[in-house]
């Protein structure tokens, strides 16, 4: 099974044909994995990593079934992380233009967010990778017409950037993967060929300043206000970021709209050039969006989305993960307008496509698409109790032995294992996932959460969504006795004092009066279910938890600090803890108040 040649226009006829390319290929998952998986083999076994695990074992490769195959490789090769990788990456970063990891050279590398384990990865990437972006992104965008059917010549308002590329000492190009794509002429074809393109220049996206893109978006998509079809980002949190950006800047839009100007806050020449291209005084439109705006404002700005872009069915970005505390902003500024979850995927491999548009974010699952690498399932099982409330920790489950995709069970837990086109063999993603059901042959999962464990001083234990779930108690509270709203929110286990303990540091839209900050406090430190936070708390052996207010505008300082790193605004995701100390010392120099939980005396 190959990939298809992505070609032509984005017709019906084309929705057609790659609906049926996949109902083809989930019909024999089972199959179509044992072929990929040979294909990727055949392709790289004399790269040094292969060739020093397999040996001589698939030499004859073209005579062995694609079972024999996999049977090799998973008894010879053994599972890795980055960590096991990295060596190989960097002298490929060197300039070390031997077959390490592909046959094929790799001529760029992808840069991680760095915001899950507090540093930036190298991951190859290929032309391949590009490709299959395309690729799944023609395949949700088919099963979403079929829900929300959109007019050929309407427009997207997507809020995308571009970050800075680089080269290595080797001289290979580096930057983020969607940065590769951006620049890639699978992208290009996009523009030119599907049926409804975005509302900014190439110049936009590209200018490596999410300040003056976001600007130049907004002021665009406010001019092709009645042709956009759908709003769109990467992430969840950059949608969030842009309209809370407008309530500020709208004004100053509506003045360029009005005189065919530009603010003069744009100052990238070439961005500036481009957008000026597509503006010309219009007094009627500026009226009648400051009119809407003025409306809005004096609602907090409820239901903007479809109050100033009319025709737009939804809203589309990945809304799952660290992205889901996002969702009750985003729904505020999108009334009763669909929430469409994106798909699932990371630097390393796209994994899974959302057939179900009209799934709500907390409910979807996304189907595995068998051609985009070869997929294995280390079994998960839980072997502490936490109760109703639980998620997985480093030490709270045994693993079983990995599982090719056919042999996953419905309402069991796995980590993601990937064997990838560019050149990561049993790699552990890291991504813990719960088998919803099948659909045909491709299971379809459910994102539970990072394995990663984010919070620990003692025996306790808590991860990304452990910490989700505290802050929404605490945060619920606070909007149930407050009009106030949280902004975002991070943490730390702090054990520069004996004994140590958790601060969770809020960033907060309105006042509070400290009487409820103090109960918000006591909430969140009630609300960990861990068996080991719970007891450490009660024997003092980790102390009172400590919630922290920040100024407003601190976390896009750590946005900021992120960006100047390297980052893309299209990637970038809060960090949910930290021990970076440079982030410790922006949240700490912009702390105005602080609490201690009484809960537990």
Not at 240 to 248: H, K, L, P, R, S
Request: net charge negative; proline share 4%; hydrophobic share 35%.
């Amino acid at each position: 099974m190959t990939v298809p040649a992505i070609s032509g226009a984005d017709t019906n006829l084309e929705d057609y044909d790659i609906v049926r390319w996949f109902e083809d290929i989930a019909d024999n998952a089972a199959q179509v994995q044992t072929q990929i998986l040979k294909r990727i083999v055949k392709l790289n076994c004399n790269t040094e990593y292969l060739r020093n695990r397999l040996g001589t074992e698939v030499l004859n490769i073209e005579e062995l079934e694609p079972e024999v195959v996999e049977s090799l490789y998973t008894s010879l090769v053994p599972l890795s992380s980055h960590s096991d990788l990295d060596p190989y990456i960097q002298r490929i970063a060197d300039g070390d233009d031997s077959a390490l990891l592909t046959q094929e050279p790799i001529t760029m590398l992808s840069l991680s967010s760095g915001t899950t384990d507090g540093r930036q990865k190298y991951v190859p990437f290929t032309r391949f990778s590009s490709q299959s972006t395309l690729q799944i992104f023609r395949l949700a965008a088919a099963y979403r017409s079929r829900v929300f059917p959109i007019r050929a010549g309407g427009r997207i308002l997507e809020f995308v950037y571009s970050s800075k590329q680089f080269k290595t000492r080797g001289g290979l190009t580096a930057g983020t993967a969607t940065t590769h794509y951006f620049a890639s002429e699978e992208f290009k074809t996009k523009q030119k060929t599907t049926k409804s393109f975005t509302c900014s220049p190439y110049e936009v996206i590209s200018a490596g300043d999410y300040k003056q893109s976001t600007y130049c978006h907004l002021l665009l998509g406010l001019l092709f206000a009645d042709q956009v079809e759908f709003v769109t980002s990467t992430f969840a949190y950059s949608l969030v970021q842009a309209f809370t950006a407008f309530e500020d800047v709208w004004q100053e839009i509506c003045e360029d709209i009005r005189h065919g100007t530009l603010s003069s806050r744009i100052t990238i020449t070439n961005m500036r050039s481009s957008v000026l291209d597509y503006i010309a005084p219009d007094p009627a439109l500026a009226l009648e969006i400051e009119s809407k705006c003025k409306e809005l404002n004096s609602s907090n700005w409820h239901c903007m989305i479809p109050r100033l872009w009319p025709n737009a069915k939804y809203v589309y970005s990945i809304m799952t993960g660290a992205m889901q505390p996002y969702l009750k902003k985003l729904r505020h500024y999108a009334g009763d307008l669909a929430l469409v979850c994106a798909d699932y995927g990371s630097t390393e491999s796209w994994i899974g496509v959302n057939l179900g548009p009209l799934d709500p974010p907390e409910r979807v699952n996304f189907t595995v698409v068998p051609t985009f690498s070869y997929f294995e399932f280390i079994p998960l099982s839980l072997i502490v109790n936490r109760g109703s409330e639980y998620s997985l920790a480093n030490d709270d489950y045994e693993e079983g032995e990995p599982l090719p995709l056919s042999k996953v069970k419905i309402g069991e837990q796995y980590e993601v294992v990937l064997t990838t086109f560019t050149g990561l063999y049993r790699y552990r993603l890291g991504d813990v996932v719960e088998v919803a059901g099948f659909y045909k042959g491709a299971p379809q999962l459910n994102f539970i959460c990072r394995r990663k464990l984010i919070l620990t001083v003692n025996i306790d234990k808590n991860t990304e969504k452990d910490l989700q779930m505290v802050v929404e108690k605490g945060s619920n509270l606070l909007s149930q006795k407050t009009k106030s709203e949280l902004v975002d929110f991070t943490s730390n286990a702090d054990t520069s004092k004996n004994p140590g303990h958790y601060v969770v540091y809020w960033e907060i839209k309105g006042n509070v009066e400290d009487e409820v900050l103090n109960e918000c406090c006591r909430e969140m430190d009630l609300a960990f279910v861990d068996h080991g936070y719970v007891v450490s708390r009660k024997t003092n052996s980790i102390g009172p938890l400590e919630l922290k207010i920040v100024e407003t505008g601190t976390f896009r300082k750590i946005l900021e600090y992120y960006i100047g790193n390297g980052a893309a605004m299209s990637q970038f995701k809060t960090p949910r803890c930290t021990s970076n100390q440079v982030l410790l010392r922006i949240l700490g120099d912009r702390t105005i108040k602080q609490f201690r939980s009484t809960a537990y005396r």
